[in-house]
């Protein structure tokens, strides 16, 4: 009569004699990927064959400044700052039954000459959290000489075995009436910030999550809104 043997490391022969595989063993099963801003829940029950996740936290970006400077003037803004990143692998034990998954918004854009919006944090529980990006600043006023502004600093660090912050928005200069270039937003682990202008119009948008938006750029009282920054995102890869 022929025989099998199997390797215990991998497989087990359950009660019924039936050949299963080990938990822990089998590798990546599924990715559940949120996106949707606002707070939902995970529960591990729902993966009974759960052994261990990967989550990966990205907090949203900053929305840029409004603009609207007065007739033979002009005002580039600089860029919104992007989002922290973090990022754990965690065996299925340290899970709580229910963890809170929260997805940063992106920071409003500024109207007129006002500020955007600072970005919203992301977070996996309590275990795994990203800061959201500092929204762009509105603080040059309309003029025709040569004037700067500086950049925004990237989102912080948040919580995780990997964290690291968000790109800075990048500074607005202004040459003339006329000319002058809006700061770039700062990049994201998981997104690329707004592009910096040099003619007329509102700030740029981003691609991806948690990137800071580009500055807007007024000239000869035409006014121009900030942009919305990239919102955040939790992604948890599942292994068995």
């Excluded at 854009?109 to 944090?121: F, M």
């Excluded at 040459?175 to 202008?197: C, E, H, K, P, T």
């Amino acid at each position: 009569m022929a025989s099998v043997c199997a390797c215990g490391e991998y497989f087990n022969v359950s009660a019924e004699g039936e050949l299963c595989l080990n938990p822990g063993v089998m590798g990546l099963r599924e990715t559940i990927y949120f996106r949707t801003v606002g707070t939902t829940q995970f529960r591990k029950t729902d993966y009974p064959w759960l052994a261990r996740v990967k989550v990966k936290v990205q907090g949203a970006g900053g929305g840029s400044g409004g603009a609207d400077s007065d007739p033979g003037g002009s005002i580039p803004r600089p860029g919104a700052a992007a989002g922290g990143y973090s990022e754990s692998l965690l065996e299925v034990g340290e899970l709580s039954a229910v963890e809170t998954v929260v997805v940063g918004a992106g920071g409003a854009g500024g109207v007129g000459n006002n500020p955007g919006g600072d970005g919203g944090a992301s977070a996996f529980g309590g275990v795994v959290t990203a800061p959201g990006g500092q929204g762009g600043s509105a603080n040059t006023e309309s003029g025709d000489t040569n004037v700067t502004a500086n950049g925004i600093s990237g989102g912080g660090a948040g919580t995780g075995q990997f964290a690291i912050g968000g790109g800075a928005g990048e500074g607005a200069i202004r040459i003339s009436a006329s000319q002058g270039m809006a700061g770039r937003g700062g990049d994201s682990v998981l997104g690329f910030g707004g592009y910096g202008r040099t003619t007329t119009g509102p700030g740029g948008g981003t691609r991806g999550w948690g990137a800071g938006a580009g500055g807007a750029f007024s000239y000869n009282g035409s006014s121009q809104p900030g942009t919305v920054g990239g919102h955040g995102t939790v992604i948890v890869e599942l292994y068995g």
